[in-house]
């Protein structure tokens, strides 16, 4: 996200299966992502969503304090509904719902004051969420991103197309053999239990222990792990460890490089490209890429509703 003030997230996470999973889609244009490649190999034909929200308000905030204020962070929304709220969030996160991409890969972004943030709030109607709960996840998704497209295409005017670009991306690689631990199978912690309740602990999550929000691997793999570090890197990152197994381990970081930080931050707390190398016995190297670009042809600012 974009770091337009000192910033605090406030429940940004509870779709972070809808954000890794859009990494993987932001390589093709929106009609040919892999979650409809994917619907094509079970289906024989991709899947074409078609959900919009039913009604939706979009505000423009402003931001007591102008640049440097405390500004919160908000994300409340389930993949099997069709309800959403974003709170003060940027022009570049709301493509990143819609569209997969990341602040790196966007090209025309308007020049509007670091402090314009949106609030918006939307909601299909009953047969949305009808329909939604019937599908696959990675449908939802592609359901998910079609509302916020039609949405944006509405009240901002959007219009934008694919095309490619030089970037850079990661390799997720092994640089202390050993450094990371098998998991044993431990049974959940009374934490864990408390938190999660009669749904299983997931095999990879976050949580929040007052400093910032870790990250738990609770017999997770490699697999999981990459996509996770494409979002907090902006980034694709690519497992290339060789590891198999299964894994238990916190991640603790705050930021995700050192240029993330300002100069006179001392906080102890490792950047995670640090963290993960320290922590983990794996390495991210950095590596000139080629990489899908999401153009801006048009877009305006929406009128107060």
Known sequence: MSRIARTVS??????????????????????????????????GKPYVPTLTYDVASVREVDIAGGPGALVMHGLDARLDRSSIRLTNVVMSTLLFFAYGAR??????????????????????????????????????????????????????KLKVHWDQGIGYSYALVVAKPGGIQESIGAPPSEAEVKRFGDHPVPQLYQRNDGRGYDWVGHGAT??????????????????????????DFV???????????????MDPMPPLDQAVQEQLGLKLERRKDSVPRLVIDHIEKPSDN
């Open 251 to 265: 991640l603790k970081y705050r930021g995700a490089t050192d240029r993330d930080r300002a100069p006179d931050d």
């Open 10 to 43: 406030v429940a940004i996470f509870p779709l972070l299966g809808l954000l890794t999973v859009q990494i993987a889609g932001q390589q093709s244009s929106p009609k040919s992502s892999p979650e409809q490649k994917q619907g094509e190999k079970t289906t």
């Open 222 to 247: 490699m697999p999981d792990l990459a996509p996770v570090l494409t979002v907090l890197m902006g980034a694709p990152v690519k497992d290339e460890t060789g590891l198999l197994g299964r894994y």
């Open 103 to 156: 602040p790196q890969q966007i090209s025309g972004l308007p020049s509007w004051p670091s402090t314009t943030v949106f609030t918006i709030q939307a909601k299909g109607d009953d047969a949305a969420d009808a329909k939604l709960a019937s599908l696959t996840r990675e449908q939802q998704i592609l359901e998910q991103q079609h509302m916020m497209q039609i949405l944006l295409a509405d009240r901002f």
